[in-house]
């Protein structure tokens, strides 16, 4: 039993600053539990004076309980510092709710954020004596942020991007990769592995 809870506590996704990525796990994470449509629609409960039936006891019982297990992940997601302001909240949608606020930040800081995203991706250049990996790895962290900000940049933008911001010595390498491939059709994977063989050409 012991050894199942380590593992429990292993994948949770633990919260580090990163609110958007935190809550892409978090989510599928909950979803994965089947406790995802508790923080999402929150426990439906009937008022006090209602008669209920039997089933619907039952039904309430349940989804009370699924939301403690989804609180549970919750605290166990979040650091203590950050729980001490949302231990109020008496469900698991308040406090998802919650952190959604204090942290996603209002639309208007979204779109700078997303606009100051652009001009990087804009500006970015190979640098001389970088490697194809590193430069690939600056670029595809620069676009997965635009994407997580909602931009719906497609893999083609990326693709031309790339050829376009290469140091000279990859210059007929372009070329030939514009004569003889699709860009529609070309993955960034792919790109990436082209690439990849010429540089170890040049060394």
């Known amino acids: 039993m012991a050894s199942e809870n380590n593992f429990v506590r292993l994948v949770i996704p633990r919260f580090a600053g990163h609110y958007d990525h935190w809550s892409m796990l978090m989510e599928n994470f909950l979803r994965s539990k089947e406790y995802w449509q508790v923080?999402?629609?929150?426990?439906?409960?009937?008022?006090?004076?209602?008669?209920?039936?039997?089933?619907?006891?039952?039904?309430?019982?349940?989804?009370?309980?699924?939301?403690?297990?989804?609180?549970?992940?919750?605290?166990?997601?979040?650091?203590?510092?950050?729980?001490?302001?949302?231990?109020?909240?008496?469900?698991?949608?308040?406090?998802?709710?919650?952190?959604?606020?204090?942290?996603?930040?209002?639309?208007?800081?979204?779109?700078?954020?997303?606009q100051a995203l652009h001009t990087e991706f804009k500006m970015l250049r190979m640098k001389s004596g970088e490697s194809v990996i590193d430069y690939f790895s600056r670029m595809m962290a620069i676009v997965n942020k635009m994407r997580i900000h909602g931009d719906k940049m497609e893999d083609v933008t990326v693709i031309e991007k790339v050829l376009r911001s290469l140091t000279p010595k990859f210059n007929y390498v372009v070329c030939s990769i514009e004569e003889s491939k699709n860009l529609d059709d070309l993955s960034i994977d792919e790109l990436q592995g082209s690439l990849l063989v010429h540089e170890q050409k040049f060394k």
């Not at 297990?69 to 949302?86: M, R, V």
């Not at 952190?99 to 209002?106: E, R, V």
Request: glycine share 6%; hydrophobic share 40%; proline share 0%.
């Open 39 to 114: 923080i999402s629609d929150g426990i439906i409960g009937l008022a006090t004076d209602t008669a209920m039936t039997e089933a619907q006891k039952i039904e309430i019982e349940g989804q009370w309980l699924k939301d403690l297990e989804a609180k549970n992940y919750l605290f166990q997601a979040i650091d203590w510092s950050i729980l001490e302001t949302i231990l109020c909240k008496e469900i698991s949608k308040q406090i998802w709710d919650s952190m959604k606020k204090m942290y996603l930040g209002s639309v208007r800081v979204k779109r700078q954020q997303l």
